[in-house]
């Protein structure tokens, strides 16, 4: 899992990445750019309803989290994950 917005940019321009979430708050412009380098690398964006400072507590973090990439789903299907799919 990476978090941030200049970590997730950098993956998701590797090809790295499997899915990207953003928060509802996230800043425009800093979404703007990850959406277009989502679309071009084919990488699914799932929008959390939340802020970020939810998302940040959701995963146990003192500060707030408005980009998250999943390199590895781990433990979670992508059929749950896909009932979030923002396209």
């Known amino acids: 899992m990476i978090i941030g917005f200049n ?8 090809g790295k990445l499997r899915y990207i979430v953003t928060t509802s708050n996230a800043p425009e412009s ?8 989502a679309r071009l690398s084919g990488v699914p964006v ?6 970020n400072r939810d998302l940040g507590a959701l995963l146990g973090k003192p500060y707030s989290i408005a980009f998250l990439g999943i390199i ?4 979670v ?3 749950m994950l896909k009932t979030f ?3």
């Open 7 to 14: 970590q997730t940019l950098k993956y998701v321009k590797l």
């Open 30 to 37: 800093m979404k703007s750019d990850i959406l277009y380098y």
């Open 46 to 51: 799932l929008e959390y309803p939340g802020t």
């Open 72 to 75: 590895d789903l781990g433990q």
């Open 85 to 87: 799919l923002k396209m």
């Open 77 to 79: 299907s992508e059929d």
